[in-house]
């Protein structure tokens, strides 16, 4: 039954009279607002606001947030940009009164437990990612991007070096080509073997004195560990490159291995997926870098400094780039970072990755007979199924298999991503759910197999709107405030 509740809007709700709250009469004198304001501030009559009754705005509202998919309510294997659960410890650690009522503008003699709290945290990301310095600013992991990307072009500009390429695998995130065309960069794309690594001929050719930087995800897209890539490293290195790790895929490796062990100079974090904390797209999240000690000095300012016991922020910065992000970035997310490195300590961690890793091959080891994974039988954290027999055989697409999943109650895997995959559908556990819950996804999806093409073609049946132009819908969204009628 499509989930319609709730999609009238308040004002459509609205009748006169109604109240949600109803003040006691004011038992001091009123002055009128004539007298109180000037009256070309006065507006010509009052907002036409809705007028509603305390339960009809309650129901409304939690109406509407059942129309929404999220971590705490449905299953949610998104591939690649996988937000996982986040322990309601953290929520409630961040909001603890002296983080949260902090005010950017606060001494530094007065926020010293913070500021020991973000040193930590970059002495804790430096310890895991093998790179010792670190800038927690950047607002999201595209963000990390574009800053190291502006550090390297810094770096090479005190070199007195030229370079103008930016080199990408064709398994590459969109961000990654997108974060070197904002930093000023030609980008060149590399092709990936059909067994989804980097194609070194490929990558040979393409690389020479103008190659600034090679971004490389690795565990990559496809969900596989690139073993060649101390010897990717060798060789961007050897023409003076440098290598960009996208680290989106650190929960596959956590106390595995590290990325300044394996010839990264650069990276970054995507908290969501690794630690804990919310995905904002680009909004309240943070995409910390990591990067060499040589490349150190060009990092936004300000730095937290240790002296002794007590810490300061440093504004001083000769050759950094300046800031990315207004104050400190958003410290809330960095927080809830620090309590889920905390709470699980160096082996913890490891185990984290271990489940991750443990969950996507025991949901590759079912999905596969029916959506073969081209790339093969193993993976790390996350693997990309094909879709192409289904749609070869019975005309049904990878995107019909996805809306159709919402009906079953649960998300849909990112689809049609990396585009190497023909009707690829990437899918990521996650080392917080159940086998119960992997099991039932893995039946569900062969269900879906099973049922009439029709009846695909036109999921999802259940949500108050089915499929609409989902470019349309981002870029042109109708916001109608039918108050003003
Ligand atoms: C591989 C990869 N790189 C980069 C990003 C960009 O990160 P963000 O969405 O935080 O900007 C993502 C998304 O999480 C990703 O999956």
Redesign the pocket.
Known sequence: MRNTRSTQLLFDLSKPGRRAARLPECDVPLASLQELLPSEVLALAPPPLPEIAELELVRHFTNLSTQNMSVDTHFYPLG???MKYNPKRNERLASLPGLLDVHPYQHDSTIQGLLALLWELERMLGEISGLPAVCLQPA??????LTALLVAAAHFRTLGQKRAKVLTPDS??G??PASASMAGFDTVTVKSTPAGFVDMEDLSAKLDENTAVFMI?NPN?LGMFDRQIAEIARRVHEVGGLIYL?G??MNAILGITRPGDFGADMM?F?P??TFSGP?G??GP?A?PIAVTAALAPYLPVPVIVREGDKYRLNYDGAISIGRVRSFFGNVGVLVRAYCYIRTHGPEGLKRVSENAVLNANYLLSKVKHIFPVPQGDRCMHEFVASGQKLKTDRGVSAMDVAKRLLDYGFHAPTVYFPPIVREAMMIEPTETETKETLDAFAETLFRICEEPADLLHEAPHTTSISRPDEVRAARQPVLAWTGTK
């Open positions: 690649s940009c996988t999201a992991g595209a963000h990390g991007e590459a995130h961000t990654n995800t897209t996208d989106a895929n970054h995507n969501h997926k995905h797209g680009g999240g995409g």
